[in-house]
């Protein structure tokens, strides 16, 4: 019944060259914009414990990407904003940010609450200068594009040369990928594409840039956002309702929604490529 929908997924192929993994396109692209456009975020708890929480993960984000750029006075395009957490996030380091967003009801949450500049739209009809950037986020959003190859091609202009596109997907390539197989969470109806570290360093080559940094991470959440992503991901797992089931008297003694679960799997990573200095 919505777009952004966990354990659904189409038929998965591997191109038996290079390994990449897509899913069978269902909708016309106009049908996928459409949804993307009309896709909602804040009408489920998990929506509003984003916006509380999110900052906390991207402030660790923050932190890989001092290991490749001086993010100081940075001019920042972040791609796939959604309520604009992050940027709210970057601007201790630079108020020249601004992030484009096809969710309108997320973008204009971003405006509303954060006061940010952001552009409704998808990477190929953004209104966006060519060699402006210093620095492109892309937070767990290059695995829904239709078209990655494309899209990375048209952000590599929006760079300056010697600027960065930061990207952060899950490795599709891991052992936990592996093991879980079909019921891996990451398989999910709006993930047109899965990488691993090696594909993506492929696509970001085969669109002109070059790869800098790559680091492996883990991702924490609060106990009750994990109480309420675990029925996102597996609504109708048996186990999953009574671990849910003994956690939700926790959730009522004060402080312990907050206390902060790390998963010890590192399942996800940040890559950092670069446009070339000519």
């Given at each position: 019944d919505r777009f952004s929908q966990y354990s659904l997924y189409g038929d998965l192929y591997k191109c038996k060259s290079c390994g990449l993994i897509t899913q069978k396109?269902?909708?016309?692209?106009?049908?996928i914009l459409t949804l993307l456009k009309d896709e909602k975020y804040l009408d489920e708890a998990i929506g509003g414990l984003n916006i509380e929480e999110k900052g906390a993960q991207f402030r660790k984000l923050i932190t890989l990407m001092k290991r490749t750029r001086v993010l100081e006075g940075a001019r920042l395009l972040d791609?796939?904003?959604n309520t604009g957490v992050f940027l709210q996030e970057f601007k201790s380091y630079s108020e020249n940010v601004q992030?484009?967003?096809?969710?309108?009801?997320?973008?204009?949450t971003a405006r509303e609450l954060f006061g940010h500049k952001i552009e409704n739209t998808v990477?190929?009809?953004?209104?966006?200068d060519d060699?402006?950037?210093?620095i492109i986020t892309m937070w767990d959003v290059i695995e829904h594009l239709y078209d990655p190859r494309n899209d990375l091609e048209t952000l590599y202009r929006k760079l300056k040369q010697g600027g960065v596109i930061?990207?952060?997907?899950?490795d599709v390539s891991d052992w936990f990928a592996k093991i879980m197989g079909s019921h891996y969470p990451n398989y999910m109806y709006q993930h047109f594409f899965h990488f691993s570290h090696k594909t993506l360093t492929m696509i970001l080559e085969m669109a002109g840039f070059h790869v800098v940094n790559l680091i492996r991470f883990g991702k924490s959440?609060?106990?009750?956002?994990?109480h309420e992503m675990l029925?996102?991901?597996?609504?109708?797992?048996?186990?999953?309702?009574?671990?849910r089931m003994l956690i939700k008297p926790l959730l009522r003694i004060p402080g312990v929604p907050q206390l902060q679960i790390t998963i010890p799997i590192r399942n996800f990573f940040i890559i950092a490529a670069e446009r070339p200095t000519e």
């Open positions: 396109l269902e909708h016309t692209v106009d049908e791609v796939g904003t992030g484009i967003e096809p969710s309108e009801e997320a973008a204009t990477i190929a009809e953004a209104n966006l060699g402006k950037f210093d930061f990207i952060t997907t899950h959440w609060s106990l009750g956002y994990f029925f996102k991901i597996w609504p109708e797992g048996k186990l999953i309702l009574v671990v």
